[in-house]
């Protein structure tokens, strides 16, 4: 018991309520996420980016690479190392829904 009381003073203490705050209005500023942005950081997003994008341009790997060009814009990194990596992704995806057609026949 007394360990909660201590660790319910400390976190009143008036530099940590005033650094709680902080925090808090550092976060509220921040601005919600477009629906275009959340579906490009999502791995599900990002691969139906590509699908649409595969057959607009002259490879496979330039539609990738130009994708991840959009991902790293928006969030400072890539979202595979390279693109054999979000193939193997890709290929579990695929698989993954062969599976569950099998199973709702």
């Known amino acids: 018991m ?3 009381n201590y660790r319910t003073r400390l976190c009143d ?3 940590k309520r005033a650094r709680r705050a902080e925090i808090e209005a550092e976060l509220a500023a921040i601005a919600p996420l477009s629906p275009a942005m959340r579906k490009l950081l999502s791995a599900e ?3 139906d980016y590509y699908f649409e994008m595969q057959d607009l341009y002259p ?3 330039e539609a990738y690479e ?3 060009d959009f ?3 928006v969030s400072g990194h890539r979202r595979y190392a390279e693109f054999d990596s979000f193939r193997k992704v890709l290929e579990r995806r695929m698989r993954k829904e062969r599976e569950n057609l ?4």
Request: without cysteine; aromatic residues 4%.
């Open 2 to 4: 007394k360990r909660n």
């Open 13 to 15: 203490a008036p530099h």
């Open 45 to 47: 997003g990002f691969a």
């Open 59 to 61: 490879s496979q790997l």
């Open 66 to 68: 130009r994708l991840e």
């Open 71 to 73: 991902h790293i814009n």
């Open 102 to 105: 099998r199973r709702i026949r």
